[in-house]
C-alpha cells in the first residue's frame, strides 16, 4: 500500500467537509439523498450522486439538470513541434492530466457565481485531460463536472472526465456501493447506462473510477471490467482507472502497470480504459516495466499517467522528472498532476495566484522558453510542448480570463462587481511570455483594471529601446481573399501606437510578417482592421504583436485580437425569453431568477448576456453563458418599481450582437423600510489573506462558517468596498468584527473609518470614525445616500497583530 494514499483520500474528505454536510465517519451509513432544489428561482448546483440516486436521476425532472449544461464541443488542437517554446519540450509524447478540485461536491455554483476569488486556470495548452475532482462518502460519490469548466476546458481541446469515487471503509466506504455500481438487469449494466446519459446530457467526456473499497473479490473486479467495456462497446465515453484495485478484488497500489492490474487497462482484446493514473510511489525500474508491457498489450505508453502528488506542497514537491522525462530520450509515460490548485488555495491574492500558476507550469522564469531543468520543479513547460485549439476562423480573444471586478461589453463598463465564470474564458496566450528582443524586454501581464470585454485585458509596458515581439498564439489559419486581422487598443494618449501585429505562416513559422497598426485618435478603445487578403492562400501558424521605437514608459492595452472572414456577424435573435422561477432574496427587495430562452438560429452564437433596463435608458449586466439558461443570483428592485424588464441578447463569434428579447420581473411585496443592502452584494477589497477569505465573505450573511467564513487582509491599505447597485438611502452600517466569528477579542478592529460615494467619480465622504473599539459587533448610525460604501481599517486589531479580520459589513436601508 502507498504511503501517500491518505493525501489522495484526505483531499476528497477536507473538500467535502467545506459543506454543511457531516464528513464522512470511519462507521458505514446508509447514504442520505442529494440535495434537492425547491425554490423556484434557487441556485442550481453541479449534480453528484450515489449509485442508487443516479439510476433515479432524469435530466427532464430534475430541475438544475439543464443549467449544467456545456454548449461548447472539443476543439481540435495543434502542436508544431518547431514552435514549441522551449527546444527540450517534444509534442506528441508524455501528456498531462490534471486532478483539480475547484470546489466542495455539494452546493457548487452551476455557472459561477459573484466572486471574483476562483480558480481561472489558464494553462490549458499544456493539459490533455482534465479530472473534476471531488466526491466522499457523506455527499455522493459520483461527481459531474459543471459546465462552466466544460466550456473552458473544450474551448481548450481538453477532454473533461467527472469522477467515481469509492473511499475505503475507514473513510465511510461500504462495499455495497460498489456491488451497486456493478449491478446488472439482464445483459444491461442500468449505472453504466446513467454514467453516458449524464456524460451525453451535460457535454464531457468521460469518467475517472477511483475504488479504493476494500473487501471485495475476483468477481466483483470482474464485473467493473464488464462495466467498463460494455459502456465502450456503445458509446464514445471514456473511462481513467486509478491504480488501486487489482483483479483478486483486492485495493493494492502497484505504482506502475502489472499483470495484476493491466486488465482494467487491455483485457486481452478488449480495451477496457482509455487510460490509467498511477498511483504515487513509482519508480524508475517500475515505469519502464510498465512502458514495456504497455507496448506488450498493444497500448501506448503515453496511456499511464504517472502521479505526482502537489496538494499539500505544489511545485516544491520533489519529483524525480530525469525519470519521467529522460534527456535526450522519449519521455517514459505520461504525468498526473493530483490538485495543481494548490496554487490558488495557498495563494495570499489574485497577484499571487497568477505569480505561482505560472511558476508551477512554466518555471521561476515566467518564460516557457528559459527553463531551468535543473531545479526541483522546472515546470511543466520544460518537459511539454504546447498545443493550439486555434485551428479554425473566426479566432476572437479578449484576454478574458474568466473572473474579474467588473465586466465590460464592447468597451463600456456595464457592471460593477467581482464575478467568476470560466464559460466566458477566452483561450489564454499559448506563449506566456516569450518576448523576443535585442534590448530591453516589454513586461506582459493580465491587467484586471481595464477591459474592452469581459474583466480583463493584455497590458505591454516597459522601457521600450529596442524592436520587441511579443509571441502570443500557436495557430494554424488559413488565410482567404477576405480576411482581416482585428486589434482593439488603448493607449494613455493620443498618438503613435509603436505597434504592429505580426503573422508567421507555415511555410516559415520560425519568420513573422508585420503589418502596422498606426495612431490611436485619443485614450479610448480603438479598433484597427488590418487586411491580410495579400498573404491569401498561407496558413497562419503564429500570431504575435511587435512593438518598435523609443519610449521610456511604454503603456499599451490591448482589448481584442480576431481573425476573421468577411464581417462581423450579427447574430439572429434568441426568443422565448421566460423567467421560469423565481425566489425572494430580501421580499420586495431583491430575488434570484432561473431564465431560459430559445437558442438564436444560425449556430454562430459565442455566448447570450443578459441584461436589466434601468430608468435613465441605460442597462446593467447581469450575466451570461454559452447555454439557454441562466441563473441570476440577485436582481435588485430599483425604489417601488412594479416590473423590472430583462433582455437577453446574442454575441456573435465575431463579437456582433443581436436584437434583444425581453421579459418582464414582477414586483409583489412592499419593500421593507429597512433591510442589509449589502448582503451578497459585488465586493472587492484591498486584498485578502487566503484564498478562501475574499471580500465576498463580509457580505454573505454569515459569521458561522468558521475562522474562513470571514474577510482577512495584510495589505498595508486596508479597504473593503461594496457596490449596492445603484444610489440608496442608507440609515445605519453593521460591523462584525473577529469576536463575532468565534474569534479572540484581541482581534477586533480597533480604528476604522466608513465612507460612501454615489458614484465611481465622486469623492469618498465620511459618515463615520471610530478609535479604540473593542467591541465584536458594531452598530453606526447614519443618514446619507450613496451606491458605494466602503470600510477602511487604520488599526486592525488590539495588539500588534497586523491582519484586519471583518466577519460582516453590512448598510442597511431601503
Known amino acids: 500500500m502507498s504511503r501517500r494514499l491518505p493525501l489522495l483520500l484526505s483531499a476528497a474528505l477536507a473538500t467535502a467537509a467545506l459543506t454543511a454536510t457531516p464528513s464522512a465517519s470511519a462507521e458505514p451509513r446508509p447514504a442520505p439523498a442529494p440535495a434537492v432544489t425547491t425554490g423556484a428561482g434557487s441556485q442550481p448546483y453541479a449534480s453528484y450522486w450515489y449509485p442508487s440516486t443516479l439510476l433515479g436521476w432524469d435530466p427532464a425532472t430534475d430541475p438544475d439538470a439543464r443549467f449544467n449544461r456545456s454548449r461548447v464541443p472539443l476543439q481540435p488542437r495543434t502542436s508544431d513541434p518547431a514552435l514549441a517554446a522551449n527546444r527540450n519540450a517534444r509534442a506528441g509524447e508524455g501528456r498531462v492530466a490534471s486532478l483539480v478540485s475547484f470546489a466542495p461536491t455539494s452546493n457548487n455554483p452551476s455557472q459561477g457565481s459573484a ?105 466483483l473486479a470482474t464485473e467493473l471490467r464488464n462495466l467498463m467495456q460494455y459502456t465502450k462497446a456503445q458509446s464514445g465515453t471514456e473511462f481513467m482507472w486509478y491504480d488501486a484495485m487489482t483483479t483478486s478484488g483486492a485495493v493494492d497500489w502497484q505504482n506502475a502497470l502489472t499483470t495484476a492490474n493491466s486488465p482494467f487497462l487491455q483485457d486481452g482484446s478488449k480495451r477496457t480504459a482509455d487510460s490509467m493514473f498511477l498511483n504515487f510511489g513509482w519508480t524508475a525500474d517500475g515505469l519502464d516495466s510498465s512502458r514495456a508491457l504497455a507496448r506488450q498489450l498493444g497500448r501506448n505508453e503515453y496511456e499511464l499517467y504517472s502521479g505526482i502528488d502537489t496538494e499539500a506542497n505544489g511545485y516544491n514537491t520533489s519529483v524525480d ?31 499571487d495566484f497568477y505569480a505561482k500558476d ?58 460593477t462587481g467581482g464575478w467568476n465564470n470560466l464559460s466566458l474564458q477566452d483561450v489564454p496566450p499559448t506563449y506566456r511570455w516569450v518576448v523576443d528582443s535585442s534590448g530591453s524586454k516589454l513586461t506582459p501581464t493580465v491587467d484586471f483594471t481595464d477591459a474592452y470585454q469581459g474583466g480583463s485585458s493584455l497590458r505591454l509596458t516597459g522601457t521600450l529601446d529596442a524592436t520587441n515581439t511579443v509571441r502570443l498564439y500557436q495557430t494554424s489559419l488559413p488565410v482567404a481573399a477576405n480576411t482581416k486581422l482585428d486589434l482593439v487598443v488603448r493607449t494613455p494618449a493620443a498618438g503613435p501606437t509603436r505597434l504592429k501585429a505580426a503573422v508567421s505562416f507555415t511555410d516559415s513559422p520560425g519568420r513573422f510578417t508585420t503589418v502596422d ?7 479610448g478603445w480603438e479598433r484597427h482592421t488590418l487586411d491580410l487578403s495579400p498573404y491569401a492562400g498561407r496558413t497562419i501558424s503564429q500570431l504575435a504583436l511587435q512593438v518598435a521605437g523609443s519610449d521610456p514608459a511604454y503603456d499599451l492595452k490591448v482589448g481584442q485580437v ?14 422565448g425569453f421566460t423567467v421560469l422561477g423565481a425566489s425572494d432574496v430580501t421580499p420586495g427587495t431583491s430575488q434570484s431568477l432561473r431564465l431560459s430562452w430559445t437558442a438564436a438560429p444560425g449556430g454562430n452564437v459565442h455566448h447570450y448576456e443578459v441584461y436589466r433596463r434601468n430608468a435613465d435608458g441605460s442597462r446593467t449586466f447581469l450575466g451570461a453563458t454559452p447555454n439557454d439558461a441562466y441563473f441570476v443570483g440577485r436582481l435588485d428592485r430599483a425604489g417601488t418599481e412594479p416590473t423590472t424588464t430583462l433582455d437577453v441578447e446574442a454575441v456573435s463569434t465575431t463579437y456582433g450582437r443581436s436584437d434583444a428579447a425581453s421579459t418582464t420581473v414582477s414586483w409583489t411585496a412592499t419593500p421593507p423600510t429597512s433591510t442589509n443592502l449589502a448582503l ?37 491599505a486596508k479597504w473593503l468596498q461594496v457596490d449596492l447597485g445603484s444610489v440608496k438611502k442608507l440609515n445605519r452600517f453593521v460591523v462584525k468584527h473577529a469576536q463575532a466569528g468565534g474569534e479572540s477579542a484581541s482581534y477586533n478592529t480597533r480604528d476604522f473609518s466608513i465612507q460612501v460615494r ?57
Open 758 to 814: 454615489s458614484a465611481t467619480t465622486d469623492p469618498w465622504t465620511t459618515v463615520t470614525t471610530v478609535t479604540g473599539n473593542t467591541a465584536g459587533t458594531t452598530t453606526h448610525q447614519v443618514d446619507t445616500t450613496a451606491r458605494y460604501v466602503r470600510l477602511v481599517v487604520t488599526k486592525p486589531t488590539q495588539t500588534t497583530d497586523p491582519a484586519a479580520r471583518v466577519y460582516e459589513f453590512e448598510a442597511w436601508g431601503a
Open 562 to 575: 480576431a481573425v476573421y472572414d468577411g464581417a462581423v456577424q450579427t447574430p439572429a435573435a434568441p426568443s
Open 680 to 716: 451578497n452584494r459585488p465586493a472587492t477589497a484591498s486584498g485578502q489573506c487566503n484564498a478562501n477569505e475574499g471580500p465576498a465573505k463580509a457580505v454573505n450573511g454569515s459569521v458561522n462558517g468558521g475562522t474562513g467564513d470571514k474577510w482577512c487582509t495584510l495589505t498595508s
Open 115 to 219: 466572486d471574483p476569488n476562483y480558480y481561472a486556470f489558464g494553462y490549458w495548452q499544456y493539459v490533455d485531460k482534465l479530472v473534476f475532482w471531488g466526491g466522499s462518502a457523506g455527499e455522493g460519490l459520483i461527481l459531474a463536472p459543471n459546465p462552466t469548466v466544460i466550456d473552458a476546458a473544450h474551448r481548450n481541446g481538453v477532454k473533461v472526465y467527472g469522477t467515481v469515487f469509492f473511499p475505503p471503509a475507514a473513510y465511510g466506504g461500504q462495499i455495497q456501493w460498489v456491488r451497486d455500481f456493478v449491478q446488472k438487469s439482464g445483459t444491461r449494466y442500468p449505472v453504466a447506462d446513467k454514467l453516458v446519459q449524464a456524460a451525453q446530457y451535460y457535454g464531457f467526456d468521460g469518467w475517472f473510477i477511483n475504488q479504493e473499497t476494500g473487501g471485495g473479490d475476483s468477481g
Open 321 to 351: 522528472w530525469s525519470t519521467l522525462f529522460p534527456a535526450g530520450q522519449p519521455h517514459t509515460t505520461s504525468v498526473g498532476l493530483y490538485r495543481p490548485e494548490w496554487t490558488w488555495k495557498s495563494a495570499t491574492d489574485r497577484a
Open 358 to 415: 505560472a511558476r508551477y507550469w512554466v518555471g521561476g522564469s515566467n518564460d516557457p522558453s528559459n527553463v531551468d531543468l535543473s531545479s526541483n520543479w522546472p515546470g511543466l513547460a520544460g518537459y511539454i510542448a504546447e498545443s493550439s485549439p486555434i485551428t479554425a476562423k473566426p479566432f476572437v480573444t479578449n484576454f478574458n480570463t474568466g473572473q474579474g471586478d467588473f465586466y465590460d461589453a464592447a468597451g463600456v463598463r456595464v457592471a
Open 517 to 523: 497598426v498606426g495612431s490611436n485618435s485619443g485614450t
